[in-house]
């Protein structure tokens, strides 16, 4: 089956500009899980959604934003966009809360100039 | 926090070796997941372990938890260079999957 897959592998923006990623879960998971990677703070955990209803929410500023819809995909947008949002951004599918592993795509670089 | 915490933070070994990494955490959990990454690529899901088991096994790996001393251990054997990557620990509880920092293991041909 096909795996997590994230939109875009890669991203250039500039400070102040907004960004919108995307990821598909495996078919059958209903929750996506994201989180932010950078080699200061480590995996940090953003939202995670299940059945289109955001059930956690990390301590990240409003600028951070998520949606999930009906086909469980699930997209996240960070708006007027710092250098310190400069991250490896993942997403993760899974059964359920926490209850088996979760599966995480390859990523979307983000960088921030 | 519910947050794993690993140690130690890197380590290097000789290919053939066993490597043990070592994962401490502060609440109660449901289970507690090891992860291995490559360098800039997305997490892998190694082993689950539920709170009520005290160890298990997946092919060369070998996790134990112990739940009264809140620990767990990730057990490699037989390293190869391939093992070469960042683990991480992940308890689960009540709250959404939560990350440790790390181990960095090195495997050296």
């Known amino acids: 089956k096909a795996g997590v897959t994230q939109t875009p592998r890669y991203l250039i923006k500039t400070r102040g500009q907004q960004v919108t990623l995307s990821c598909s879960p495996i078919?059958?998971?209903?929750?996506v899980s994201w989180y932010q990677q950078t080699p200061g703070q480590g995996l940090q955990f953003l939202f995670e959604?299940?059945?289109?209803?955001?059930?956690n929410k990390g301590n990240f500023p409003g600028r951070f934003s998520g949606r999930q819809f009906s086909n469980s995909r699930s997209e996240m947008n960070v708006s007027t966009l710092e250098l310190g949002d400069s991250a490896l951004y993942l997403c993760?599918?899974?059964?359920?809360?926490?209850?088996?592993?979760?599966?995480f795509g390859s990523g979307t670089r983000l960088t921030v100039v | 926090s519910q947050q794993g915490e690993e140690d130690p933070q890197a380590l290097s070994i000789q290919e053939g070796e066993n490597a043990t990494m070592n994962c401490s955490y502060k609440?109660?959990?449901?289970?507690l997941q090891w992860y291995r990454q490559n360098s800039g690529r997305g997490l892998v899901h190694l082993i689950l372990?539920?709170?009520?088991?005290r160890e298990k096994h997946s092919g060369r790996l070998r996790v134990t938890l112990d739940t009264s001393k809140k620990s767990s251990s990730l057990l490699i054997t037989a390293s190869r260079a391939a093992d070469t990557a960042s683990y991480f620990c992940?308890?689960?509880?009540?709250?959404?999957?939560?990350f440790g920092k790390g181990t960095r293991l090195s495997v050296i041909a």
């Open positions: 078919s059958g998971h209903r929750s």
């Open positions: 609440t109660s959990i449901n289970n």
């Open positions: 992940a308890v689960s509880g009540n709250t959404p999957l939560v």
């Open positions: 959604y299940f059945s289109e209803t955001q059930r």
């Open positions: 993760a599918s899974s059964l359920g809360q926490g209850a088996s592993g979760y599966t």
């Open positions: 372990i539920r709170s009520n088991e």
